[in-house]
């Protein structure tokens, strides 16, 4: 398990003191896949850098399976960080090695002899789906062929954490979907926990159980990743869901709702969000049929997977002659318990 206690980290700078970390507390507990998503300067790299034992709280400790990291020095901290394999976004090879050279790297550090090394190798590149190319160079494999050799040479030393810092931001979304099934099954096999550092809400919905929200430097929001997608609660982590769970961008669903406001003036935009078994329930046709007088625009929607099931979100527009109708509309969804969000004119 690994533990933030009241972790505070300032630096001291030329322009003044930067508070990078503030009263940070997170519990990660064994074999899970955790996010933490931040936008840029969130602290997300200080996060990691404790963790590691490169940087030590200003207050507060950071614990890993009972051992204070910043107490720990010179064998006992290398031990320790030989427990945390790390993968990054631009994967960090050396180009002039092949693929299984690359792998070995740890383990000739680690003085493991050299069949060992290969024995041990030839397995990572099973594992992460490279048989066939071991002999390749870098500059011979794609973007994700890159990332399954940073996972392979990142499991090489049998870590008990893998802690993936924006690893799949430098690529495509087909890669991505790609290399995130990957530490999907690596999690399930090896039973590794898995930290996920990342500004892109999509990496977090498809395979993480749990994830912390990081705004300046705090933790602003917590908790199972549908739980969080399902009832978004800070401005910040609304911004982070919708870029999920709209399906144009913000702008076109802005472009659209502005048109709907103007065009019926009177009635309501409302977005519902709902999942597990109300994902695939006949949500609009069961309210029509309770409200005879209201009309129902339906003006854009999708539906995602997480790892706990299915989410999805429905703009619609509400039109009645009947105020009453429009409030006994939205109170039904409630019964239904379907999230309801009335988009004002912004
Ligand atoms: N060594 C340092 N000295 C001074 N300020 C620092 C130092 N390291 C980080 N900071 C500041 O702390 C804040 C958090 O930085 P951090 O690098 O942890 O954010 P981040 O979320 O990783 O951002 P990015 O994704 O851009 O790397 C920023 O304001 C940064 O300028």
């Keep these: 398990m690994i533990e933030f206690k009241d972790v505070s980290k300032t630096f001291d700078a030329k322009t003044g003191t930067v508070s990078a970390v503030k009263d940070v507390n997170l519990v990660i507990p064994d074999g899970k896949i955790y996010g933490i998503v931040g936008y840029s300067g969130a602290g997300k790299s200080t996060i990691i850098r404790m963790l590691n034992g490169l940087e030590a709280p200003t207050t507060g400790?950071?614990?890993?399976?009972?051992?204070?990291?910043?107490?720990?020095?010179?064998?006992?901290?290398?031990?320790?960080?030989?427990?945390?394999?790390?993968?990054?976004?631009?994967?960090?090879?050396?180009?002039?090695?092949?693929?299984?050279?690359?792998?070995?790297?740890?383990?000739?550090?680690?003085?493991?002899?050299?069949?060992?090394?290969?024995?041990?190798?030839?397995?990572?590149?099973?594992?992460?789906?490279?048989?066939?190319?071991e002999n390749a160079y870098p500059s011979e494999l794609?973007?994700?062929?890159?990332?399954?050799v940073g996972i392979a040479r990142a499991l090489s030393n049998d870590p008990e954490i893998l802690l993936s810092d924006e690893?799949?931001?430098?690529?495509?979304?087909?890669?991505?979907?790609?290399?995130?099934?990957?530490?999907?099954?690596?999690?399930?096999?090896?039973?590794?926990?898995?930290?996920?550092?990342?500004?892109?809400?999509?990496?977090?919905?498809?395979?993480?159980?749990?994830?912390?929200?990081?705004?300046?430097g705090e933790i602003v929001e917590q908790g199972p990743v549908l739980d969080v997608f399902k009832n978004p609660k800070q401005a910040i982590t609304k911004r982070f869901v919708n870029q999920e769970t709209d399906t144009g961008s913000a702008d076109d669903t802005n472009i659209a709702v502005e048109e709907m406001l103007k065009k019926y003036p009177q009635g309501k935009i409302v977005k519902l969000t709902?999942?597990?078994?109300?994902?695939?329930?006949?949500?609009?046709?069961?309210t029509l049929r309770q409200f005879d007088d209201i009309d129902l625009n339906i003006i854009e929607g999708n539906?995602?997977?997480?790892?706990?099931?299915?989410?999805?979100?429905?703009?619609?527009?509400?039109?009645?002659?009947?105020?009453?109708?429009?409030d006994g509309t939205l109170a039904y969804f409630q019964t239904l318990r379907v999230e309801t969000e009335v988009i004002e004119r912004g």
Aim: hydrophobic share 40%.
């Design 167 to 216: 690893a799949t931001s430098a690529l495509d979304p087909q890669t991505t979907d790609e290399v995130l099934d990957l530490l999907l099954d690596i999690n399930k096999k090896l039973n590794l926990s898995v930290i996920v550092i990342t500004h892109e809400m999509h990496v977090i919905r498809k395979i993480c159980d749990h994830v912390a929200v990081l705004d300046a």
């Design 142 to 148: 794609s973007g994700g062929q890159k990332q399954r």
């Design 274 to 286: 709902f999942h597990g078994e109300q994902a695939s329930s006949p949500i609009v046709s069961e």
């Design 61 to 133: 400790s950071v614990t890993v399976n009972g051992s204070e990291i910043s107490a720990l020095k010179g064998k006992a901290l290398r031990d320790q960080r030989l427990k945390i394999g790390m993968i990054f976004q631009h994967f960090n090879l050396l180009w002039s090695r092949t693929v299984l050279e690359n792998i070995e790297f740890p383990l000739e550090i680690a003085k493991l002899s050299k069949a060992e090394r290969k024995a041990k190798a030839l397995k990572l590149v099973e594992l992460v789906g490279l048989k066939g190319r």
């Design 303 to 326: 539906i995602h997977q997480t790892q706990e099931g299915s989410i999805g979100s429905l703009y619609i527009h509400l039109l009645s002659d009947n105020q009453q109708s429009i």
